[in-house]
């Protein structure tokens, strides 16, 4: 028998819609008390859930990454002060074949009190926001840029090269040029809508059929909108992140700055069989 490194330790099987949750604790005389139970995942069985830990005085809670499902759980036990590991299902991989929910919420409790575990890093909640905040805009960029796209094909299909013209086609040029194919404007007032350089380039005669008028009608109010309002949210949450970790971000700043200055990434393309490699002031580094 190995002397356990946590004497109280509980670890989580965590699914969808329910949560396996073993503790394992060492009592005076040598023994090891073992209680199984099973919980929900809304948030008062998560609130029982803590209650439950917190009553038994658990050390350390051990639970896999599964998909997103642990996130809600790890902060519940976060704002009860419960200190958790969050491991890599690769590192804590049971027997096949011997796999039930009971069992792997007790293989995890197992290795926490062995402390065989190494937990994954997890930002601090505010972190965690704007990290949110970030991949959502980058997804919603993402997704204007495949508006724009579309845009493009369906004036292509119709005949309609403006995407060969304008440098943009969600500029102010652009979209006065396609309201007014969309209105049957004469290439006249069409070519007035063109400012700077582009006077130039506004020739011809188009025209654009019924369908495809709704369907890019459709694309010129979807842009603005989107990118508008998401604008106004994404400055706004960061607003609010910098007032309340100025120095947290100037020291990010400094630190990215310092970074940039210190390393060099090489410019050829690795060989065959080796690892690309970083040279920084102090000697060279594997990726």
């Given at each position: 028998?190995?002397?356990?490194?946590?004497?109280?330790?509980?670890?989580?099987?965590?699914?969808?819609?329910?949560?396996?949750?073993?503790?394992?604790i060492t009592q005076e005389d040598g023994e090891t008390r073992k209680e199984t139970r099973q919980f929900g995942t809304f948030r008062k069985h998560?609130?029982?859930?803590?209650?439950?830990?917190?009553?038994?005085?658990?050390?350390?809670?051990?639970?896999?990454?599964?998909?997103?499902?642990?996130?809600?759980?790890?902060?519940?036990?976060?704002?009860?002060?419960?200190?958790?590991?969050?491991?890599?299902?690769?590192?804590?991989?049971?027997?096949?074949?011997?796999?039930?929910?009971?069992?792997?919420?007790?293989?995890?409790?197992?290795?926490?009190?062995?402390?065989?575990?190494?937990?994954?890093?997890?930002?601090?909640?505010?972190?965690?926001?704007?990290?949110?905040?970030?991949?959502?805009?980058?997804?919603?960029?993402?997704?204007?840029?495949?508006?724009?796209?579309?845009?493009?094909?369906?004036?292509?299909?119709?005949?309609?090269?403006?995407?060969?013209?304008?440098?943009?086609?969600?500029?102010?040029?652009?979209?006065?040029?396609?309201?007014?194919?969309?209105?049957?404007?004469?290439?006249?007032?069409?070519?007035?809508?063109?400012?700077?350089?582009?006077?130039?380039?506004?020739?011809?005669?188009?025209?654009?059929?019924?369908?495809t008028k709704a369907i890019v009608r459709h694309y010129l109010m979807r842009l603005p909108s989107a990118r508008s309002s998401f604008s106004l949210?994404?400055?706004?949450?960061?607003?609010?992140?910098?007032?309340?970790?100025?120095?947290?971000?100037?020291?990010?700043?400094?630190?990215?700055?310092?970074?940039?200055?210190?390393?060099?990434?090489?410019?050829?393309?690795?060989?065959?069989?080796?690892?690309?490699?970083?040279?920084?002031?102090?000697?060279?580094?594997?990726?």
């Amino acid at each position: 028998m190995f002397e356990p490194i946590v004497n109280r330790v509980a670890g989580l099987d965590v699914h969808k819609m329910v949560i396996m949750a073993t503790i394992l604790i060492t009592q005076e005389d040598g023994e090891t008390r073992k209680e199984t139970r099973q919980f929900g995942t809304f948030r008062k069985h998560r609130c029982q859930l803590a209650r439950w830990l917190t009553r038994w005085g658990i050390e350390l809670v051990v639970m896999e990454s599964t998909g997103i499902f642990w996130k809600s759980i790890f902060e519940t036990l976060e704002m009860a002060g419960i200190k958790t590991y969050v491991v890599n299902a690769r590192f804590v991989k049971n027997v096949s074949g011997r796999k039930t929910d009971v069992m792997d919420s007790e293989w995890l409790a197992t290795l926490g009190r062995a402390g065989l575990l190494k937990p994954s890093f997890i930002p601090p909640k505010d972190l965690r926001e704007l990290r949110l905040v970030g991949r959502h805009r980058m997804k919603v960029h993402g997704m204007l840029a495949g508006e724009k796209n579309r845009l493009h094909k369906i004036l292509d299909d119709a005949g309609i090269r403006l995407g060969g013209v304008v440098s943009d086609i969600n500029g102010v040029s652009a979209r006065e040029m396609i309201a007014g194919l969309i209105e049957n404007k004469p290439v006249e007032e069409l070519v007035q809508c063109a400012r700077g350089r582009l006077k130039s380039k506004a020739k011809g005669n188009q025209r654009i059929f019924p369908f495809t008028k709704a369907i890019v009608r459709h694309y010129l109010m979807r842009l603005p909108s989107a990118r508008s309002s998401f604008s106004l949210t994404y400055s706004a949450t960061v607003d609010k992140f910098e007032r309340l970790h100025s120095k947290a971000v100037v020291r990010l700043t400094a630190n990215s700055a310092e970074f940039k200055r210190n390393v060099k990434v090489r410019k050829q393309k690795p060989k065959a069989g080796t690892r690309q490699t970083i040279g920084f002031k102090n000697g060279p580094r594997c990726l």
